[in-house]
């Protein structure tokens, strides 16, 4: 029987965390077949590649198992040559979902991400993301934004944010091919933000599924105020990005200028006036957010991805 489903696990450099991933795909609670993808964006030394099939050939999953190697860097070229192998390879796959390669999905994760698609009849699903922490992480840093969990009752939502857990539908990935993520985001990241006001903007519906949970352990190097301030950074640098693209660029440019404005007196506000760690670094993300906007403005070029 031909598979209907296909999972996409983009990787770059992580082959350990690569097959924690797959062994968490291979116990998917779900009757019908599905094909699990691997782009490795690592063509010097493949290592995600060869940890795939290794891991394939001792699960039994070498039938099930693609694997694709993009020369290109980026994870929007990743993600792109994924979905366009997997649609030229197999006619018979109409749904596409997507997981990171430091993930694990629940078990019931993909056969509720369907269930989902059926019921609200999605051109997408989303589910939540739930991130773990190392033994003694400090709650400060645990509590910053990039670690907070998207929280949506299950139905219809207006559009979804990240790709890290989603499901996509064929039809509408072939009215945005050849390049559903737009390259200029691959070495900056939120190509997935970009990626679903474009789908937004075509009319696209979107749902959510409360109960498809991912869950990801954030490691030890991303548990550091200085990870943390880069990220942000690179978030209000994408964000101009976007806004340029959709938004006149007058009333873009103004806008900007606004929130960098705001943005830098709420953050000098909070380190100022407070002591608190949470609080000081609220400001100083609002800070980065800034600063990383401004980099746009002045047409930076920045690199987070890898």
């Known amino acids: 029987m031909e598979p209907r489903v296909s999972i996409l696990v983009p990787t770059f450099r992580r082959p350990d965390r690569l097959v924690q991933t797959l062994e968490s795909l291979a116990n998917q609670q779900i009757d019908e077949p599905f094909l699990i993808t691997v782009a490795d964006n690592d063509a010097d030394c493949l290592e995600g590649e060869a940890a795939a099939k290794s891991w394939a050939e001792a699960r039994g999953f070498v039938e099930k198992l693609l694997t694709v190697v993009v020369p290109e860097r980026g994870i929007s070229q990743c993600r792109n040559k994924g979905i366009s192998s997997i649609i ?28 989902a698609q059926s019921e609200f009849r999605a051109d997408l699903v989303g589910g939540p993301v739930i991130y773990r922490f190392p033994g003694g992480s400090p709650e400060w840093l645990r509590s910053a934004p990039t670690f907070r969990t998207a929280e949506y009752k299950t139905g219809h939502i207006k559009r979804l944010r990240g790709s890290g857990n989603c499901l996509l539908t064929r039809s509408l990935l072939q009215k945005i091919m050849p390049r559903p993520f737009d390259d200029a985001f691959g070495l900056t990241g939120s190509e997935d933000v970009d990626f679903f006001e474009r789908c937004a903007r075509l009319g696209a519906v979107s749902a959510w599924a409360a109960d498809a949970l991912v869950f990801e352990m954030v490691p030890l190097e991303r548990i550091s105020r200085d990870w943390i301030l880069k990220r942000m950074h690179s978030v209000g640098f994408s964000e101009v990005m976007i806004s340029m693209k959709y938004r006149p660029r007058f009333y873009a440019y103004l806008a900007q200028l606004i929130l960098i404005t705001r943005g830098l007196v709420f953050g000098l ?19 980065a957010q800034s600063l990383g906007r401004v980099a746009a403005l002045r047409r930076r070029q920045i690199t987070f991805y890898g």
């Open 269 to 287: 506000v909070r380190l100022l006036a407070f002591s608190n760690r949470t609080v000081r670094l609220a400001g100083e993300i609002r800070i």
């Open 88 to 115: 030229s390879l197999y006619p018979s796959v109409l749904l596409i979902a997507m997981i990171d390669d430091d993930a694990q999905a629940a078990s019931t994760w993909l056969r509720n991400l369907i269930t």
